[in-house]
């Protein structure tokens, strides 16, 4: 777009002295920021800095204290997100928020069904549905069932929620956060294509070189306020990330091996059923060994939930699974927690936290047996409380106190909270499913020392990742996990994401290459 042309055309969105308080914290401080229609526009900073606050404002979820909100010239006074959506801002989550046993179709649709005569007009549904994706770029099919579709097609049912719903503006919350590279390319192209037909697209996002690579402009939040508006052909990402934390960006690359002989979880033959013949895990065989990060890739969906499920003893599975030797296949859930085997979730709201308990609750959540919460039959506050001011302090936790709900923290001031509770009491066997999702690049390269310095100390640890550069830079093995079987061993130290990528999309067929 043209300056002359910029000059004439009313910015899309128009933010100006944006404050949001809390009690305790103020959130949002005289945030500016203006976003040109039909441009992908980014906005980075760390953890706590205020991003998902100015998004929850700018789609209607909360009211700002102060500052005025315009879009495409007129000022806007949002109550609920329906009034966003009635100027034509759309919001597509993290978390997705789709119902698993609906079809496609059904999932757009609901709560803006078309009717005809007092029933669901179907057909004329499925014509606007196909008209926009076809436009678009975004393949569907409507009648599939969602709970059978990869997470990229998940994500193209969301996007395709909101324009269904006659949005113009999209918000895009982490939109990248579970994608093989492959699907952020096509993810990019969707974007491409509805930046083309003129639809302005608000972008958030903590992977830089993604960043870099799809925004037409960059703004930088740092401590809730506006700290740089950049043009991403005229920066770096070391340089935007100094601009986000004041440090340089990390890299999770680990050299010297700290693996030794002993074998510290073994699984053997682990085979779980699905539904008819289909087979969730398939004769799935590793051993993990003492000072070892097994890295596990995959495209979500294909067993690496039941995988975790059946380690943990949440999900029956056939198989054996050691733990130091002992066979733990029949043990509870809570015994193996006993026994040492720490479980960062991955998705820390329905597995990770109570986001209406205390921190310190959350502390003690999964560890109530053991040393610090527990003291006889009762819970020790004043221990826990303690023991949570020192993850706090350690992990960087972003909060006015330890008596604050999980559910005001940030999304990764929440994961640091996870990490810290499940490095804590020294666990011989760690499972960490996306440890640094969500997680700004100061918090992410801190999760990393943490994780490399336990390896260090003999802690096992079973990595399940969707950010491949971490996956490569922190496994000593990784396997590949394809439609329930492990179908290649590689080397980290001689495999590229983008190789890595074909083979958890089956693009490469499996082969062993340790």
Do not use: C
Not at 38 to 49: D, P
Not at 391 to 396: A, F, H, T
């Amino acid at each position: 777009m043209s300056a002359d042309t910029l000059a004439t055309v009313k910015p899309a969105v128009e933010l100006e002295g944006i404050t949001k308080r809390f009690p305790g914290v103020v959130a949002n401080h005289d945030i500016r920021i203006t976003v040109q229609p039909g441009t992908v526009h980014a906005i980075v900073g760390e953890n706590g800095a205020g991003k998902s606050t100015l998004m929850k404002i700018l789609y209607g979820m909360q009211k700002p204290d102060e500052g005025t909100i315009k879009v495409n010239g007129t000022e806007v006074s949002f109550r609920t997100p329906s009034d966003a959506i009635a100027v034509g801002i759309g919001m597509v989550h993290q978390h997705f928020m789709l119902a698993d046993n609906f079809t496609v179709l059904e999932n757009i649709v609901l709560g803006a069904e078309p009717t005809r005569i007092g029933t669901l007009d179907t057909a004329a549904a499925r014509r606007r549905i196909v008209e926009l994706a076809e436009t678009h770029g975004l393949r569907v099919d409507p009648d599939k069932l969602v709970e059978g579709l990869g997470v990229g097609d998940r994500q193209r049912v969301e996007i395709l929620k909101v324009l269904y719903r006659g949005a113009r503006i999209l918000i895009l919350d982490e939109p990248t956060a579970v994608l093989v590279p492959q699907e952020v390319e096509e993810l990019f192209q969707n974007l491409r294509e509805l930046k083309a037909e003129g639809l302005t697209v608000i972008f958030i996002s903590h992977k830089l070189d993604e960043v870099l690579d799809i925004a037409d402009a960059i703004t930088v939040i740092r401590r809730g306020t506006t700290v740089a508006s950049v043009n991403p052909s005229e920066v770096t990402a070391r340089q935007l990330a100094e601009l986000m934390v004041g440090s340089e960006l990390p890299t999770p690359e680990t050299r010297e091996s700290t693996v030794t002989d002993v074998v510290t979880l073994k699984v053997a033959e682990l085979t779980m059923p699905g539904e008819g013949e289909r087979l969730l895990l398939d004769d799935v065989s590793f051993d993990i060994h003492q000072g070892e990060i097994l890295g596990i890739a995959g495209v979500e969906g294909n067993g690496q939930s039941e995988l975790i499920e059946a380690i943990m003893g949440i999900r029956p599975a056939q198989g054996r699974i050691e733990l130091a030797g002992q066979d733990i296949s029949t043990w509870s859930t809570l015994r193996r927690r006993e026994s040492g085997i720490g479980y960062i979730p991955e998705d820390r709201h329905r597995q990770g936290l109570l986001l209406e308990a205390s921190l310190w609750e959350n502390r003690v959540l999964g560890h109530q047996t053991r040393k610090p919460a527990r003291s006889g039959i009762w819970v020790n506050r004043r221990a826990s409380k303690a023991d949570t001011e020192r993850i706090v302090r350690d992990y960087d936790v972003r909060t006015p106190g330890v008596d604050t709900l999980a559910l005001a923290l940030s999304g990764g001031n929440q994961q640091k909270l996870i990490v810290g509770r499940e490095m804590s009491g020294e666990p011989a066997f760690l499972i960490a499913a996306h440890p640094t999702r969500g997680v700004d690049v100061g918090a992410q390269a801190a999760i990393w020392d943490h994780l490399r310095n336990a390896r260090a100390a003999g802690l096992a640890v079973l990595l399940i990742s969707a950010d491949l550069d971490e996956l490569i830079g922190l496994s000593d093995t990784i396997q590949v996990i394809y439609r329930g079987r492990l179908v290649a061993a590689l080397d980290p130290s001689d495999i590229t994401p983008e190789r890595l990528g074909g083979y958890m999309t089956g693009a490469i067929a499996g082969t062993e290459e340790t």
